[in-house]
């Protein structure tokens, strides 16, 4: 089982739709969780971070955890095309640990 | 504040070579990590440095090595290349090291073996 898991997509949202985002993680002793985006070609830049059980809201993203279900998620409101890339969940412990990313391709 | 600046960012080397990348982190930052992306596997950790000791090692071959210099520098090295070392090289910088804190990337050396 890898540490962490996440649809590969591609998801396809309409603009101005909600695209939402999962992942689970199998380390119940995880502390922080990570969303980062990757645009083709290019390093993954940090979104946001999120501690604590319950959502964290940061302009047009949402985080979303729940450690009891082992289950981080990202709600981007008002989809923008420019929102299209890939968007890594990150777990970390002594390590980062990435999930493999889910596509997103919000349509015009 | 300058970010964290990788180089080379582009190259080419032949099986049976070796090659070192580069790693700068952001200032005041160090620890630095360093990641392997390829399309098939994602990203995975190589290996972390704080104030030059490493810190921590992922599932690499010991072909792949690294070290960090008192100025938190570092650098990252691949013997023997294998046409599976093609790949996209992360560094990344945290202010005290990974555990519990968010790192930030370098745009990455892209290494192509033939």
Known sequence: QKEV???SGPLSVPEGAIASLNCTYSDRGSQSFFWYRQYSGK???LIMFIYSNGDKEDGRFTAQLN??????SLLIRDSQP???????CAVNGN???????TSLTVIP | KAGVTQTPRYLIKTRGQQVTLSCSPISGHRSVSWYQQTPGQGLQFLFEYFSETQRNKG???GRFSGRQF???RSEMNVSTLELGDSALYLCASSLQGVYGNTIYFGEGSWLTVV
């Open chain 1, 82 to 88: 420019s929102d299209s890339a890939t968007y890594l």
């Open chain 1, 67 to 72: 450690k009891a279900s082992q289950y981080v």
């Open chain 2, 59 to 61: 599932n690499f071959p």
């Open chain 2, 70 to 72: 008192s100025n938190s």
């Open chain 1, 5 to 7: 898991e996440q649809n």
């Open chain 1, 95 to 101: 390590q980062f640990y990435f999930g493999t990313g």
């Open chain 1, 43 to 45: 390093s993954p830049e």
